[in-house]
């Protein structure tokens, strides 16, 4: 993981610089607060979710699409079974040479628009595909998509976005502070002497910015690197515990159980079960 809520982008191909995927979360699960400077748009093909834009939280569901501009401290918690969605990021020198105001246009949040929605099928169908000429295809798909998102929020004169306030800026820090100590013995004091903020004004806006506790955060982070661990196959719970921050192997197992929706011992068999089957 990185070790600040800066997400960089590499693209890959320079004549497609874009990320396409669908993602899956089942209930519970989430995707750690982060930011990055390119649009990230989500189109919601079943379940719903709750994404958290700076400091507005937006219910999501099936047929939905929700922009998230640049910039944005966003994270995202599934609040169905299974929640599918497609994730479109692309390069914004792309939409700057196309002569998209990415600076004086603040893109709508929420759109339910079938036309955006026709333009993903078309992108996710091509790159499927991959036949001749497919990237031109999906270029053309993407600045349509940009163009149905432009006039839909010029029409409904949204401003551009604002510097990043204090609150956030104090969020973004704790983040990046956050993701550099979760496998010490780091605790809400400490991260409150680095933002410079008293532990009730910080915990009350962290809350409400990201929608999770600062302890909800640390925990989900040690989690996830420990589950990251158990999947090599080199650690047991118990020096997966350990090399994630975790001191008590009971309570190890408890908050593992309650992050990653199964038992410690139960993602070891899982790998290998899937190991054993590939073989």
């Avoid at 929420?110 to 031109?136: P, R, W």
């Avoid at 192997?249 to 590939?278: A, D, V, W």
């Amino acid at each position: 993981m990185d070790s600040t809520s800066y997400e960089q982008h590499i693209f890959s191909e320079q004549d497609l610089p874009i990320f396409f995927h669908n993602d899956k979360l089942k209930f519970g699960n989430n995707f750690f607060v982060h930011w990055h400077e390119n649009i990230e748009i989500l189109y919601f093909r079943q379940g719903s979710a709750d994404v958290y834009c700076d400091t507005v939280p937006y219910s999501l569901a099936e047929g939905e699409i929700i922009v998230i501009n640049s910039g944005a401290l966003h994270s995202i918690y599934s609040k169905a079974p299974e929640c599918c969605y497609d994730c479109l990021i692309v390069d914004k020198n792309l939409l700057q040479d196309a002569g998209f105001p990415l600076d004086e246009v603040h893109l709508t949040n929420i759109v339910k628009d079938s036309i955006c929605g026709k333009y993903f099928d078309e992108i996710s169908q091509e790159l499927e595909a991959k036949e001749a000429y497919y990237k031109i295809a999906v270029k053309s798909s993407i600045l349509r998509l940009f163009t149905r998102l432009y006039r839909i929020s010029e029409k409904s004169s949204v401003p551009a976005a604002q510097s990043p306030g204090k609150k956030l800026e104090m969020v973004r820090r704790a983040v990046s502070y956050i993701r550099q100590h979760y496998r010490e013995e780091i605790t809400i004091d400490d991260i409150c002497r680095h933002v410079g903020f008293s532990k009730y004004y910080f915990c009350h806006e962290f809350k409400k910015i990201t929608g999770k506790t600062v302890i909800d955060t640390i925990n989900f982070l040690r989690c996830s690197h420990a589950r990251s661990l158990l999947e090599t196959g080199l650690y047991n719970v118990a020096e997966s515990a350990e090399n994630s921050g975790f001191s008590n192997i009971s309570y190890f197992t408890r908050t593992y159980k309650k992050y990653m929706g199964i038992l410690p011992s139960e993602t070891i068999k899982y790998i290998c079960s899937t190991t054993n089957h590939q073989k």
